[in-house]
């Protein structure tokens, strides 16, 4: 089995995108190592707001349409989406992606991120991006009374990607190093099928402390018991979950 990849050459921090195989993406560095670099380097997060909608979006096959009464690019797979954006400060940035779900399949929807004609770090190749799921509320029974498993409908839902690990090894989203001026941004779907919105550099907000958080709040308290049964769920995001 042959696999392509990107070559690790590695400028300010970020590896070029030339096809390797796979036993040579090994070398990739992980965001880790990365970030690591960019704060002895000197580099910071930059507090910035910026969103780029579908009129300015480059792209081949996919197309312009609309959802909700709004501008959104059809995005199919193995596109590319190229966005420009200029920013006064060289640093790390937060980026987000506003989407729906109209994949088909199961599998999580899979996004690849370059910027310059670089990826950054081996998470920067393949991002998941969730489908959400319902299922009937009534639970049926069988001749033996055991509950039958809900059927499952895919739920066209509105939402907000902030880019972060597939396995949820950091507890913030990935920060992407961004030059002075204008920079260049690549998405490829590798996989499914959305409805972009728009994308947006988006400054990463800090996770405050329960100790902190209690000393803004105070103790929670009540006397109310709330039971809810896991089968009655708001969404999820795989029709495996029963």
């Known amino acids: 089995m042959f696999g392509v990849f990107y070559t690790p050459q590695t400028i300010h921090g970020v590896v070029t995108t030339q096809a390797v195989t796979q036993e040579q993406s090994i070398q990739l560095p992980d965001y880790q190592d990365v970030y690591q670099q960019w704060i002895e380097d000197g580099y910071e997060e930059i507090n910035h707001?910026?969103?780029?909608?579908?009129e300015l979006f480059t792209f081949e096959t996919s197309t312009l349409t609309t959802r909700d009464d709004v501008l959104v690019l059809s995005w199919k797979t193995f596109d590319t989406l190229s966005v420009d954006v200029y920013v006064e400060n060289e640093g790390l940035y937060g980026l987000s992606l506003d989407y729906v779900s109209t994949t088909t399949s199961i599998k999580p929807i899979k996004v690849s991120?370059?910027?310059n004609d670089m990826i950054q770090y081996i998470e920067a190749s393949?991002?998941?991006?969730?489908?959400r799921w319902t299922q009937d509320e009534d639970i049926s029974k069988d001749r033996f009374g055991n509950d039958i498993v809900p059927t499952s409908y895919q739920l066209y839902e509105r939402q907000t990607f902030l880019f972060h690990d597939n396995v949820g090894l950091y507890d913030n989203p990935l920060l992407f190093y961004l030059k002075q001026g204008s920079n260049t941004l690549d998405f490829e779907l590798l996989d499914g099928t959305l409805d972009v919105f728009n994308i947006s550099l988006t400054p990463i907000e800090d996770i405050i402390s329960y100790e902190d958080y209690l000393e803004t709040h105070g103790?929670?308290?009540?006397?109310?018991?709330?039971d809810i049964e896991a089968e009655h769920i708001t969404f999820k995001n795989s029709p495996s979950i029963r």
């Not at 393949?126 to 489908?131: D, H, I, K, N, P």
């Not at 103790?219 to 709330?226: E, L, P, S, T, V």
């Open 219 to 226: 103790n929670a308290y009540g006397q109310d018991f709330i």
């Open 126 to 131: 393949r991002f998941s991006l969730e489908t």
């Open 49 to 54: 707001n910026q969103t780029i909608y579908p």
């Open 113 to 115: 991120v370059q910027i």
